[in-house]
């Protein structure tokens, strides 16, 4: 497995390798930072940085997410004795350091989620224990996400900055404490009919064709590149700011 930090967070992918009871190397080069930790059977057993502490070291990795490249060999390695880490943790503690060290630059712009999506607590799985930190601002964000609070609704009562928000999200959700809700598909074709009569129904099917989209197996993703799709091709017709509405009216019906 291989990846470029630039566009995947690395802090989730690591998580991920813990989680799925993983054993193997994961290597991070780039400029800034190289270092690889060490997993056995979802246990981290050793980490390898630019810091003198296990734990000081993979905050530092994880805080890299600017360039560079990962890659996991999956392979047998020596049992060591697991660390007193808790991923959850280090990722939080990670998107802290990034929020102090980045918080005036975008770096975390290819990250953000777009802030009409709706999220939600994950469960925890059976016998897992979490041994997890919280600042404040992360506990009062997180809790306002009950799987029916969109990202700025929830960022505007938990009464917290916009930009730290951003960051705090990151971490939560590359922590696996926020996931998003699944969302049902919006009778995308009708809302056009209804808005912009056969034409409307045109550029939809349109849009699918050129974004080679399943509409029976469609995912968060495709759905939110299926609607930048549309608001383009509408905005050329009606203008920006009617193709905006009309856009906000599709997400309503996801709800």
């Known amino acids: 497995m291989r990846g470029t930090i630039s566009n995947i967070s690395i802090a989730g992918m690591i998580r991920l390798l813990c989680n799925f009871n993983k054993t193997g190397i994961f290597h991070i080069e780039s400029n800034l930072t190289n270092g690889l930790v060490e997993i056995f059977e979802g246990k981290i057993i050793d980490v390898i ?31 060591k004795d697991a660390l007193d880490i808790c991923i ?116 939809v099917d349109s849009s699918f064709m050129k974004l080679k989209i399943d509409r029976t197996v469609m995912g968060m993703r495709e759905f939110l590149s299926l609607l930048n799709e549309i608001e383009n091709s509408i905005s050329e017709i009606i203008g920006k700011t009617r193709a905006k509405a009309i856009i906000e009216k599709i997400w309503e019906a996801t709800k």
Do not use: C, H, Q
């Open 88 to 203: 959850e943790d280090v990722i939080l503690e990670s998107s802290r350091a990034l929020y102090e060290n980045f918080k005036d630059t975008n770096i975390i712009e290819d990250f953000i989620l777009p802030e009409n999506e709706v999220l939600k607590i994950s469960n925890m799985d059976k016998g897992k224990v979490l041994k997890i930190k919280f600042l404040d601002d992360e506990w009062n964000l997180m809790i306002k996400f009950s799987g029916n609070s969109s990202i700025i609704n929830a960022i505007k009562d938990s009464g917290t900055e916009k930009n730290k928000a951003d960051f705090i999200l990151y971490g939560l959700l590359s922590s696996g404490l926020l996931k998003r809700t699944r969302f049902k598909i919006p009778e995308i074709s009708k809302i056009l009919r209804d808005e912009l009569g056969n034409i409307g129904i045109a550029i």
């Open 49 to 79: 940085g630019p810091r003198v502490g296990k734990k000081e070291s993979l905050v530092a990795l994880l805080s890299n997410i600017k360039e560079g490249v990962f890659y996991f060999e999956e392979k047998i390695i020596p049992k």
